[in-house]
T-cell receptor
Framework: DTGVSQNPRHKITKRGQNVTFRCDPISEHNRLYWYRQTLGQGPEFLTYFQNEAQLEKSRLLSDRFSAERPKGSFSTLEIQRTEQGDSAMYLC?????????????FGPGTRLTVL | GESVGLHLPTLSVQEGDNSIINCAYSNSASDYFIWYKQESGKGPQFIIDIRSNMDKRQGQRVTVLLNKTVKHLSLQIAATQPGDSAVYFCAAYSGYALNFGKGTSLLVTP
């Protein structure tokens, strides 16, 4: 399967713990995005990487959230001191670098439950 | 930023009928729109896209119509099948981010 992969698929944690999610984009896709989706809502943009550079961050990305893409390939999203309000599906997407506005290919998501 | 919204939260159609899902957007400068399908427990899946220099685009059993005058787009699904049951989102770019509406849940009944 050459699509976007995300690990783990599910994560249950206690409030206050730190969690880290991984995203492997489609190979050769320079652009990588993180979104958050809560029940009954559409995905909400969190952050964007072009290669290893983080070029855009949403106001939703509080200081407890940090994302990295150290070698321009896979990316990690860490949430520190998790809160119950962080419970959501975290989606990763990637797209090729072809000018402005392209289809984004989404992974299956990581569902986070904070108890 | 861009704001997109879907007109109806739920749409129920009979198998074999045509489905129409509508979406409105706010930013007249938006030039690229995508329709995604999301099944339960899965990530959004690309269906079809359209750029602002077009008013219609067809795919396999799907057609997207874009009316820039009223900032409206629609997704038409021909001969709807049970496998089409899912939540459908329209999305438009704002900077690097895709802005999604809340989604329309399509339920196909036999």
């Amino acid at each position: 399967d050459t699509g976007v992969s995300q690990n783990p698929r599910h994560k249950i944690t206690k409030r206050g713990q730190n969690v880290t999610f991984r995203c492997d984009p489609i190979s050769e896709h320079n652009r990588l995005y993180w979104y958050r989706q809560t029940l009954g809502q559409g995905p909400e943009f969190l952050t964007y990487f072009q290669n290893e550079a983080q070029l855009e961050k949403s106001r939703l990305l509080s200081d407890r959230f940090s994302a990295e893409r150290p070698k321009g390939s896979f990316s990690t999203l860490e949430i520190q001191r998790t809160e119950q309000g962080d419970s959501a599906m975290y989606l990763c997407a990637s797209s090729p670098l072809q000018g402005e506005g392209n289809e984004q290919f989404f992974g299956p998501g990581t569902r986070l439950t904070v108890l | 930023g861009e704001s997109v919204g879907l007109h109806l939260p739920t749409l129920s159609v009979q198998e074999g009928d045509n489905s129409i899902i509508n979406c409105a957007y706010s930013n007249s400068a938006s030039d690229y729109f995508i329709w995604y399908k999301q099944e339960s427990g899965k990530g959004p899946q690309f269906i079809i896209d359209i750029r602002s220099n077009m008013d219609k685009r067809q795919g396999q059993r799907v057609t997207v119509l874009l009316n820039k005058t009223v900032k409206h787009l629609s997704l038409q699904i021909a001969a709807t099948q049970p496998g089409d049951s899912a939540v459908y989102f329209c999305a438009a770019y704002s900077g690097y981010a895709l802005n999604f509406g809340k989604g329309t849940s399509l339920l196909v009944t036999p």
